[in-house]
C-alpha cells in the first residue's frame, strides 16, 4: 500500500533562511509525488507535483522540491523563507498503477518563519 | 468559476443525529474525495468517486455514506453522528479519471461538532 511520512511535526526558520520540509515516500511502482499548504482556517492549495521528467520540480511562491528515487524522497525547499510562508504543509502520494486510488496525504509539517 | 464549494461551513450535531455535508463543483471534474483532518493526523480519505456512479471507500469510511449521482455534487451522509466523527471536512476534486495527473482542487471545508 502506499503511503507518505513527513517526519518532522514542526521546523522553525529564521526570514531570510533557506528551508527544507522533508517528505519520504512508499509505493509499488513509480509515484505520483505533491506539497500542498494549508494557511489557518482555509482549505489545502496546490504547490507543486513531481510526476516525470526532471527531478526539481519549482511550484508556486517560488518553492521546489526535489524527487530522489533511491531515497524515495521528496524534499520541499525554498531559498530565502519568508515569514508569510509559515503554514501547515502537505506531502501527498499516489500510486498511477494503482486504478482508481486516491491521494494519500502525510500528517503535515508546520513551518513557522521568525522575523 | 466558482471551484469547489461545501456547505455548511459550521455545524453542531448532536450524538444520534445525521446530516449530509454538501460538497459541489463546477470545473467539470470526474474525480472527487472527501477527506477528514484531525490535529496530528493529516487529511484521511473517506469516500472518493471516480465519475457519476461510481464511489469507493477509503481510508476510514464507517459511519459515512456517498452517492455521485451527477458529476458536480458529491454529498456525504453521517448516518448517526458520534462524537469521534468531530472533525474539519473537505472535499476536493481533480480533473481526469482515477484523479489523473493533475493536482486537487480543495474546498474550503466544514468544521463538524458532535456532542
Known amino acids: 500500500a502506499q503511503s507518505v511520512a513527513q517526519p518532522e511535526d514542526q521546523v522553525n526558520v529564521a526570514e531570510g533562511n533557506p528551508l527544507t520540509v522533508k517528505c519520504t515516500y512508499s509505493?509499488?511502482?513509480?509515484?505520483?509525488l505533491f506539497w500542498y499548504v494549508q494557511y489557518p482556517n482555509r482549505g489545502l492549495q496546490f504547490l507543486l507535483k513531481?510526476?516525470?521528467?526532471?527531478?526539481l520540480v519549482k511550484g508556486s511562491y517560488g518553492f521546489e522540491a526535489e524527487f530522489n528515487k533511491s531515497q524515495t524522497s521528496f524534499h520541499l525547499k525554498k531559498p530565502s523563507a519568508l515569514v508569510s510562508d509559515s503554514a501547515l504543509y502537505f506531502c501527498?502520494?499516489?500510486?498511477?498503477?494503482?486504478?482508481?486510488?486516491?491521494?494519500?496525504f502525510g500528517k503535515g509539517t508546520t513551518l513557522s518563519v521568525s522575523s | 468559476n466558482a471551484g469547489v464549494t461545501q456547505t455548511p461551513k459550521f455545524q453542531v450535531l448532536k450524538t444520534g443525529q445525521s446530516m449530509t455535508l454538501q460538497c459541489a463543483q463546477d470545473?467539470?471534474?470526474?474525480?472527487m474525495s472527501w477527506y477528514r483532518q484531525d490535529p496530528g493526523m493529516g487529511l484521511r480519505l473517506i469516500h472518493y468517486?471516480?465519475?457519476?456512479?461510481?464511489?469507493d471507500q477509503g481510508e476510514v469510511p464507517n459511519g459515512y455514506n456517498v452517492s455521485r449521482s451527477t458529476t458536480e455534487d458529491f454529498p456525504l451522509r453521517l448516518l448517526s453522528a458520534a462524537p469521534s466523527q468531530t472533525s474539519v471536512y473537505f472535499c476536493?476534486?481533480?480533473?481526469?479519471?482515477?484523479?489523473?495527473?493533475?493536482?486537487?482542487?480543495f474546498g474550503p471545508g466544514t468544521r463538524l461538532t458532535v456532542t
Open positions: 476536493a476534486s481533480s480533473p481526469g479519471l482515477a484523479g489523473g495527473l493533475g493536482e486537487q482542487y
Open positions: 509505493v509499488s511502482g513509480n509515484p505520483y
Open positions: 513531481y510526476i516525470t521528467g526532471d527531478n
Open positions: 501527498a502520494v499516489r500510486d498511477p498503477d494503482q486504478a482508481g486510488t486516491a491521494l494519500i
Open positions: 470545473m467539470n471534474h470526474e474525480y
Open positions: 468517486s471516480v465519475g457519476a456512479g461510481i464511489t
